[in-house]
């Protein structure tokens, strides 16, 4: 298995290498040029292929001949990065590849999740602070989601609650949408994060689902456990 990590020196991205590696799968990683460093400790296990995760000459060099790739999606400066790192890896990971994508509870697929007003407060001021200071525009990594939900390629879309280093629990569980009992800790250990991410290449049920995750050792995951347990 061949598996390209686009964005691969962030912190989301090295636990995928990893993961992906201890699964021994062939790991290409794109990172910007200045963030090379980063991935020094995994040496030759990994090939780095350095450039901006939105360029199409380096996205193409570094999808070719993979399996899958792993998109760490971020939505930096406001000249759509994010929209333009996804439509790279549509359109140019070989047919058939499985695609996986990162991003947060705020992307909506269907408009079914139900926020906190909290939630849709803290996240529009956000948008509009970030885009002011011209940092961030998060309205792209939404148009980017709405670009991947409408493809014909073999997509995920990952969607992360809050995040927290540490020990793995293993592997989140997830709900359709946010807003489910089940997700209302909203917290998952980043490495999880990851887990989840390299889990998603193999399994075909979840090809066209954008999975709310959250930590499975979390109050809510536990409760909603119990609460199946007690019903069978
Ligand atoms: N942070 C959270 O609480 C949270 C919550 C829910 C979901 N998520 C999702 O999780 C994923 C990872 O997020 P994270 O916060 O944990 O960050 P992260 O894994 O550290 O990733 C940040 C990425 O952005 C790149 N980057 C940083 N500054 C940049 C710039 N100016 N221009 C271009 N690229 C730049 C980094 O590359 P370099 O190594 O080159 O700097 C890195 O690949 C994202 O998809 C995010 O939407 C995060």
Redo the contacts with the bound molecule.
Sequence with gaps: MRVCV??????????MVQHALDRDYEVVGV??E??VA?LADFGDRITVVPG??DDREVIGRAVAGCDAVL???????VRG?SSGTAQAVMDLAPEGARLV??????ITRDGKDVYSRWFLASGRALTVLLRLVR??DVDD?VEACRRIFESRTRWTVV?????EEGESQGLPVWSRHVGAPVLASNI?R?TD?ALFMVEAITDDTLVHEAPAIVGRDTPSALAHAQRREDAS
């Design positions: 686009v964005g691969a020196s962030g912190k989301l991205g090295r636990y990172c910007r200045k963030s980063k901006q995760t998109t760490v999606l971020v939505p930096w400066g990065y994508f990162s991003c947060g509870w705020h940092v961030a990594q969607r992360g609650s809050d995040l998952t980043r994060f």
